[in-house]
């Protein structure tokens, strides 16, 4: 009897592992899908408030850096509003276009850069017309998407995720590529699919293409740093150095497209007819 | 101070010493220590094995919601807590311990304790950075994390270790 209590004890202790195993796995996935936002629920007020606790004791440290960040941006913003300045009328329509974009300032409350999989949260949420599917740009470039609110807090996907993929364009001739991280170093990233015919040299810079409608088009992303030719095959890749530092990311903007939800209906209304 | 207060505070410290410290370690970009783990390591030689089990779970979880990786954590974890009775008998031999003692350097020894620690925190990141990676691809790359993470946290742990272990008189 002692013996048959004791085998259902041990049983008892495999069954509960199996069980919680198959818990882990099942959330595991639901995070792989990650537009499905089963993040949500992780970007709590709770932990977002002690993560933005943390953060604010780190601020300190790092004020000057911030400050100087924060100055450099100021500055390229006065650059490009004397050039809006001095727009004639015939140009005005690039200016009308431009003005479908809202941003709002947030700051990063918690940032990896280390893990295959990266996440940055953020201290506004719906709260502050924060939605899912909204770019996420530092003061330097490009940072992420945003894949989950909560009322105060927003969790994004950083450009630093095997998930990620981002359509591209070289600024000098608008030629479409796509980005992706490939989970080693935070400071590089891939361009994949560049096609055959261009010949990207180092120092070339890429910029968002805006085809995805979540970034406007002509958000810095990085310079090439080297071009791989792939035999025998029709698109060649490219490593590239991210403009944002990752690392140092701490203040950044919510891009919101206030045309998004006009631009998917229109998209979805060409599929069905 | 007894066991629930004891182990209570030890939760939520290796937590807080996770998030805000440890997390913040960036060598390389390939060294991710967590020290987390020390807690279920610590846990009484007596627990029952399903709190065991869902202490460690909880543990995870835990992690999982400050890092914003669901699942991730709390399944490494939870290998860990499911080996931990294996790895002591193993390491124990004939004798296995059967007390409301933690295990620790003082009536075990270092070398028990190393050998304990190390196998269960090399399962744990062998079992945490394949199911980070989601696949084998990379393979080199993810035993390279793994190696070097282990030492990482085998290093600060048996510093904790030492530091929070009375010496005898």
Same mark, same amino acid.
């Given at each position: 009897?002692? /013996?048959?209590?004791?085998?259902?004890?041990?049983?008892?202790?495999?069954?509960?592992?199996?069980?919680?195993?198959?818990?882990?796995?099942?959330?595991?996935?639901?995070?792989? +899908?990650?537009?499905?936002?089963?993040?949500?629920?992780?970007?709590?007020?709770?932990?977002?408030?002690?993560?933005?606790?943390?953060?604010?004791?780190?601020?300190?440290?790092?004020?000057?850096? +911030?400050?100087?960040?924060?100055?450099?941006?100021?500055?390229?913003?006065?650059?490009?509003?004397?050039?809006?300045?001095?727009?004639?009328?015939?140009?005005?329509?690039?200016?009308?276009?431009?003005?479908?974009?809202?941003?709002?300032?947030?700051?990063?409350?918690?940032?990896?850069?280390?893990?295959? /999989? /990266?996440?940055?949260?953020?201290?506004?949420?719906?709260?502050?017309?924060?939605?899912?599917?909204?770019?996420?740009?530092?003061?330097?470039?490009?940072?992420? $998407?945003?894949?989950?609110?909560?009322?105060? @807090?927003?969790?994004?996907?950083?450009?630093?995720?095997?998930?990620?993929?981002?359509?591209?364009?070289?600024?000098?001739?608008?030629?479409?590529?796509?980005?992706?991280?490939?989970?080693?170093?935070?400071?590089?990233? $891939?361009?994949?699919? $560049?096609?055959?015919?261009?010949?990207?040299?180092?120092?070339? +810079?890429?910029?968002?293409?805006?085809?995805?409608?979540?970034?406007?088009?002509?958000?810095?992303?990085?310079?090439?740093?080297? @071009?791989?030719?792939?035999?025998?095959?029709?698109?060649?890749?490219?490593?590239?150095?991210?403009?944002?530092?990752?690392?140092?990311?701490? @203040?950044? @903007?919510?891009? /919101?497209?206030?045309?998004?939800?006009?631009?998917?209906?229109?998209?979805?209304?060409?599929?069905?007819? | 101070?007894?066991?629930?207060?004891?182990?209570?505070?030890?939760?939520?410290?290796?937590?807080?010493?996770?998030? #805000?410290?440890?997390?913040?370690?960036?060598?390389? =970009?390939?060294?991710?220590?967590?020290?987390?783990?020390?807690?279920?390591?610590?846990?009484?030689?007596?627990?029952?094995?399903?709190?065991?089990?869902?202490?460690? #779970?909880?543990?995870?979880?835990?992690?999982?919601?400050?890092?914003?990786?669901?699942?991730?954590?709390?399944?490494?974890?939870?290998?860990?807590?499911?080996? !931990?009775?294996?790895?002591?008998?193993? *390491?124990?031999?004939?004798?296995?311990?059967?007390? %409301?003692?933690?295990? =620790?350097?003082? %009536?075990?020894?270092?070398?028990?304790?190393?050998?304990?620690?190390?196998?269960?925190?090399?399962?744990?990141?062998? *079992?945490?950075?394949?199911?980070?990676?989601?696949?084998?691809?990379?393979?080199? %790359?993810?035993?390279? !994390?793994?190696?070097?993470?282990?030492? #990482?946290?085998?290093?600060?742990?048996?510093?904790?270790?030492?530091?929070?272990?009375?010496?005898?008189?």
């Amino acid at each position: 009897m002692r /013996n048959l209590f004791r085998f259902f004890l041990k049983q008892n202790f495999v069954l509960l592992f199996m069980l919680l195993g198959a818990l882990s796995i099942w959330l595991l996935t639901k995070s792989h +899908t990650y537009h499905r936002a089963a993040i949500v629920n992780t970007t709590s007020n709770f932990t977002g408030g002690i993560l933005a606790f943390g953060a604010s004791i780190g601020d300190y440290f790092r004020l000057k850096e +911030t400050s100087n960040q924060l100055a450099e941006q100021n500055a390229r913003l006065q650059e490009k509003l004397y050039f809006y300045e001095h727009l004639n009328d015939s140009l005005l329509i690039e200016l009308v276009d431009s003005v479908g974009f809202e941003y709002i300032p947030a700051r990063v409350v918690s940032n990896t850069v280390h893990l295959r /999989n /990266n996440y940055i949260i953020i201290n506004k949420g719906s709260k502050h017309g924060i939605e899912k599917e909204m770019g996420l740009v530092s003061p330097s470039g490009i940072a992420g $998407i945003v894949i989950g609110v909560s009322e105060n @807090y927003a969790t994004a996907l950083s450009i630093l995720h095997t998930h990620a993929r981002l359509s591209i364009k070289f600024s000098k001739n608008n030629q479409l590529a796509n980005l992706v991280w490939h989970g080693k170093d935070f400071k590089k990233g $891939i361009v994949e699919d $560049i096609p055959t015919h261009l010949s990207p040299a180092p120092g070339d +810079t890429l910029v968002t293409s805006g085809h995805s409608f979540i970034f406007p088009e002509g958000i810095m992303v990085g310079t090439v740093l080297e @071009y791989f030719e792939q035999e025998g095959r029709g698109l060649n890749e490219a490593s590239i150095q991210f403009s944002t530092d990752f690392n140092k990311l701490k @203040y950044v @903007y919510v891009v /919101n497209n206030r045309n998004q939800n006009e631009i998917e209906a229109l998209l979805k209304l060409n599929v069905y007819e | 101070m007894n066991s629930y207060a004891k182990n209570a505070i030890r939760f939520v410290l290796l937590l807080l010493l996770q998030v #805000f410290i440890v997390n913040n370690i960036r060598i390389g =970009g390939y060294i991710n220590p967590y020290v987390y783990v020390l807690f279920v390591l610590l846990l009484p030689f007596s627990i029952p094995g399903w709190l065991l089990l869902i202490l460690g #779970f909880g543990m995870g979880l835990a992690v999982d919601l400050f890092m914003a990786t669901p699942g991730l954590h709390a399944g490494a974890t939870l290998l860990l807590a499911f080996m !931990r009775p294996a790895v002591i008998r193993l *390491v124990s031999g004939a004798q296995s311990p059967d007390t %409301d003692e933690s295990p =620790g350097i003082s %009536d075990k020894g270092k070398r028990w304790f190393i050998t304990y620690s190390f196998t269960l925190i090399l399962l744990h990141h062998t *079992v945490l950075f394949f199911l980070e990676a989601f696949s084998f691809a990379r393979f080199t %790359d993810t035993i390279l !994390r793994i190696s070097l993470s282990t030492l #990482f946290t085998e290093l600060i742990i048996l510093l904790i270790v030492f530091f929070i272990t009375k010496p005898k008189k």
